[in-house]
């Protein structure tokens, strides 16, 4: 009997990857891609389970998975970051006057 590639494992792990360098992005392309590694993860795990024996790269399935959920985390701390940040440091109110806005920017600079 031959032993094969689970089909998304490689997937998985690449997911899991940008997941975590694309936490900084704002947030969202790393929880997009956490949550697209934790998808198919699931799928390939089922498909694993049913008949361990068929398959030789679980190692990297579970790789990606905590990659994944790594991601996710830091990606779900730098979005709340932000949030914070823009709310309670620069003002939602800035955001809709742009003088404000860089007279704010133009105060954080000078501190």
């Known amino acids: 009997m031959n032993q094969q590639n689970l089909p998304n494992?490689?997937?998985?792990?690449?997911?899991?990857?940008?997941?975590?360098?694309t936490?900084?992005?704002?947030?969202i392309p790393g929880i997009i891609c956490g949550a697209i590694a934790l998808?198919?993860?699931s799928k390939d795990k089922k498909l694993y389970l049913q008949e361990p024996q068929l398959?030789?790269?679980?190692?990297?399935?579970?790789t990606g998975k905590i990659l994944a959920i790594v991601?996710?985390?830091l990606s779900v701390l730098w979005l709340a970051?932000?949030?914070?940040?823009?709310?309670?440091?620069?003002?939602v109110d800035a955001l809709s006057d742009p003088d404000l806005l860089e007279e704010r920017m133009r105060e954080l600079q000078e501190n």
Not at 23 to 27: A, E, H, M, R
Not at 55 to 62: A, E, P
Not at 81 to 91: H, S
Request: hydrophobic share 55%.
């Open 9 to 21: 494992a490689t997937a998985v792990l690449v997911l899991g990857i940008l997941s975590l360098v």
């Open 23 to 27: 936490c900084v992005c704002y947030g």
């Open 39 to 41: 998808f198919l993860y």
């Open 55 to 62: 398959y030789f790269n679980y190692s990297n399935l579970k």
């Open 71 to 73: 991601g996710i985390v």
């Open 81 to 91: 970051f932000l949030i914070f940040y823009i709310y309670n440091v620069i003002g």
